[in-house]
């Protein structure tokens, strides 16, 4: 079956410029996680929804990130005028509620210039 | 708050050889212990976890892995190592929540085995 899937997997942004990426997580998977990864490390957790209920935010790392998932499936990471420290791949994972398996999708790899 | 910390950055390893990469986490109550494996040009997926019972947990591609509570370890193993092994490989930690898997990865350990 299909997996979790995002676009775009690449974007290139100037610096100030706004970005939104887009996750769309397996069909009937209720959690839905984003991911921060820099080079060279693990992935580190920004937020979390479970359906259309964003119920942790702790890791986004300023207020010009923002997600929203507003009918439960498809989620969107929105960054506002972009930095350099923001170049990352930014995955996405989805799960079934409880403690089951995430599954991650490619990732897309923001590039500020 | 939980972190873990995996030991080796980058291994190097001919075919056949044997395994083990280390994994500690930081917490003192009950945990879930995962090993998620990314391939090359793939995506993350999981090798193996560890939610309770037998504290030696085998996954896919002939892994396992040892949880070893008084140690806070959870240190990943292969008797034999073949070159599709080659892979960066993430130790990771939830303090079981009351609700969702919020997951604190690793650095990650970069493995080239050589044919």
């Known amino acids: 079956g299909a997996g979790v899937s995002q676009s775009p997997r690449y974007k290139v942004a100037k610096r100030g410029q706004d970005v939104a990426l887009r996750c769309d997580p397996i069909?009937?998977?209720?959690?839905l996680f984003w991911y921060q990864q820099a080079l060279g490390q693990g992935p580190e957790f920004l937020t979390y929804f479970q359906n259309e209920a964003q119920l942790d935010k702790s890791g986004l790392p300023s207020d010009r990130f923002f997600a929203e998932r507003p009918e439960g499936s498809v989620s969107t990471l929105k960054i506002q005028r972009t930095q350099q420290e923001d170049s990352a791949v930014y995955l996405c994972?989805?799960?079934?509620?409880?403690?089951?398996?995430?599954?991650f999708g490619p990732g897309t790899r923001l590039t500020v210039t | 708050a939980q972190s873990v910390s995996q030991h080796n950055h980058h291994v190097i390893l001919s075919e056949a050889a044997s395994l083990e990469l280390g994994c500690n986490y930081s917490?003192?109550?009950?945990?879930?212990l995962f090993w998620y494996v990314q391939y090359p040009g793939q995506h993350l997926q999981l090798l193996l976890k560890y939610f309770s019972g037998d504290p030696l947990v085998k996954g896919i591609k002939g892994f396992e892995a040892e949880f070893i509570k008084s140690k806070f370890s959870f240190n990943l193993r292969k008797p034999s190592v073949q070159w599709s092994d080659t892979a960066e490989y993430f130790c990771a930690v939830n303090a079981q929540p009351g609700g969702y898997q919020k997951v604190t990865f690793g650095t990650g350990t970069k493995l080239q085995v050589i044919p």
């Open positions: 069909s009937g998977h209720v959690s």
């Open positions: 917490y003192g109550g009950t945990v879930n």
């Open positions: 994972a989805s799960s079934s509620l409880g403690p089951y398996e995430q599954y």
